[in-house]
């Protein structure tokens, strides 16, 4: 019986396989096999890592050609994908065969094609960063982005654009699908809320316009401004005109939280009426606050609900509500959490990792002094993620991550940078015990600086791809 051959192709060797006459005589699998008087369509599936691979059918008798046949796959060579390859060989019934598999050495002009091909797509997705700012300095070109990827080992560009792709897929909002989320938003907010007509519910609801010039609250309440004219002919100043029912606190990203707690702590106290302030209406139920965001880490949310309970009313976080388009999870003590952030795992032999990590830990001690104790979060446990989410593979996510905190070192270094807060993988707080927040959470106006350096610090010699606010 001929039937599929699976396996993987390693980088190295060549693959050889039999289909002795004895194993076409045992039978015919209908899905795999063509047959007829003379000949046999045989369909071989197996895995392979390399851009492209050469499969030949000979007859054994006289090792002559008698099928020939090349098939390129998506990624290149040497990544470390498995890229499944089913093709169909025409095989004589009377006669052995063998099919050798071997490496097609990808050549520079190949090479180029399939980056330049990746490069497109990944502009394709961010190509609308700090567009609308009309200044040709801050934008995504193609050649910024082969600046870029230029500063990485030869070897890591196609490998790390690949991992890009995958990730601003699922981490990066234009401008327009901001637009779509405000109005699903909007929508979402009615439903939750039990309200059938839309004026109903904004005449009910107050946005919050807490945060200074510049952030990216006041840029959203502009754009969902025009969405209300235009889609619901609502002005956006008549909201909470009947009632302050919902006080609606809208962002892109919760990181740190630090921003959300001050400008709540701060708005707790003003007056909601002649009777009580905004913290008492929340506390006895008069009105409701939610926040919204884009992105939300739910281990720092999760600590900021608990430190409104600590420093504004114990009762506080019990009348919040929060929604999000993408609540990343980020709680290591969580053994089903996706861990969807930059977290590598702990790679002792590594000494360049080693001591600049040794290198945090002293000066975090120095900065906390002894007044309290401090665990430390440099790498995810082994075993988590169970399933990934975010990269390709859980090898890839390995690979993506070292690279990136290595990166990060190495700038660190050559900009001669020692402030505590300014690490690898991004800011941190200075009392934590990290590579850096390690964030991947993208948007058409800004990328925070909580995402890991190589994406926006400018330092060092280094190019960053996006230029920051």
């Known amino acids: 019986m001929v039937t599929n051959w699976n396996n993987t192709f390693d980088r190295k060797g060549e693959f050889e396989t039999y289909y002795p006459i004895t194993y076409i005589k045992d039978g015919i699998n209908a899905n795999n096999i063509i047959d007829n008087s003379d000949c046999l369509f045989v369909n071989n599936k197996f895995k392979t890592s390399f851009k492209g691979v050469l499969l030949k059918v000979t007859k054994i008798i006289n090792n002559r050609l008698y099928f020939k046949y090349r098939l390129?796959?998506?990624?290149?060579?040497?990544?470390?994908?498995?890229?499944?390859?089913?093709?169909?060989?025409?095989?004589?019934?009377?006669?052995?065969?063998?099919?050798?598999?071997?490496?097609?050495?990808?050549?520079?002009?190949?090479?180029?094609?399939?980056?330049?091909?990746?490069?497109?797509?990944?502009?394709?997705?961010?190509?609308?960063?700090r567009t609308d700012e009309n200044d040709a300095s801050v934008i995504i070109t193609k050649e910024r982005i082969i600046k870029w990827i230029n500063q990485f080992d030869k070897d890591d560009h196609i490998f790390l654009?690949?991992?890009?792709?995958?990730?601003?897929?699922?981490?990066?909002?234009?401008?327009?699908?901001?637009?779509?989320?405000?109005?699903?938003?909007?929508?979402?907010?009615?439903?939750?809320?039990?309200?059938?007509?839309?004026?109903?519910?904004?005449?009910?609801?107050?946005?919050?316009?807490?945060?200074?010039?510049?952030?990216?609250?006041?840029?959203?309440?502009?754009?969902?401004?025009?969405?209300?004219?235009?889609?619901?002919?609502?002005?956006?100043?008549?909201?909470?005109?009947?009632?302050?029912?919902?006080?609606?606190?809208?962002?892109?990203?919760?990181?740190?939280?630090?921003?959300?707690?001050?400008?709540?702590?701060?708005?707790?106290?003003?007056?909601?009426?002649?009777?009580?302030?905004?913290?008492?209406?929340?506390?006895?139920n008069l009105a409701k606050l939610v926040f919204v965001y884009i992105f939300n880490h739910i281990k720092n949310c999760n600590k900021k609900l608990n430190e409104f309970e600590i420093k504004i009313d114990e009762t506080f976080s019990n009348n919040i509500d929060v929604m999000n388009r993408i609540y990343i999870q980020n709680l290591e003590s969580d053994s089903k959490s996706a861990l969807d952030i930059v977290l590598p795992l702990n790679n002792p032999k590594d000494k360049f990792v080693e001591e600049y990590r040794k290198s945090i830990v002293e000066q975090v001690n120095e900065y906390i002094d002894g007044k309290y104790s401090v665990n430390d979060e440099f790498y995810r446990p082994d075993g988590m993620p169970k399933s990934e989410i975010l990269f390709t593979s859980k090898e890839n996510r390995d690979r993506f991550e070292n690279i990136i905190l290595k990166k990060g070192i190495e700038i660190l270094k050559k900009a001669n940078i020692s402030k505590i807060n300014v690490r690898s993988l991004g800011f941190a707080l200075p009392s934590h015990k990290n590579f850096g927040f390690g964030t991947l959470c993208f948007t058409w106006r800004n990328v925070p600086n909580n995402t890991p350096l190589v994406f926006w610090y400018k330092g060092g010699g280094f190019f960053p791809l996006f230029v920051k606010r």
């Not at 209300?228 to 990181?255: A, R, V």
């Not at 707690?261 to 009580?276: A, G, L, P, R, V």
């Open 72 to 129: 390129d796959c998506e990624v290149q060579y040497d990544t470390k994908y498995d890229t499944s390859i089913s093709g169909w060989y025409l095989l004589n019934k009377d006669v052995s065969h063998k099919l050798i598999i071997q490496p097609d050495i990808m050549e520079e002009d190949n090479y180029s094609a399939t980056l330049d091909v990746i490069i497109g797509k990944v502009y394709d997705l961010i190509k609308d960063f």
């Open 161 to 284: 654009l690949n991992e890009l792709l995958e990730i601003f897929s699922k981490r990066y909002y234009s401008k327009a699908s901001i637009e779509d989320l405000l109005v699903a938003m909007i929508e979402s907010l009615c439903a939750k809320y039990e309200y059938s007509d839309k004026s109903a519910f904004l005449y009910d609801a107050v946005f919050l316009d807490l945060q200074s010039n510049g952030k990216s609250q006041k840029v959203l309440l502009k754009i969902l401004g025009g969405i209300l004219k235009n889609k619901y002919s609502f002005d956006i100043n008549d909201c909470g005109k009947n009632g302050k029912k919902y006080f609606i606190y809208l962002d892109d990203i919760l990181c740190t939280g630090n921003t959300l707690f001050q400008n709540i702590k701060d708005w707790s106290s003003e007056k909601y009426n002649t009777k009580f302030t905004n913290k008492e209406a929340i506390k006895n």
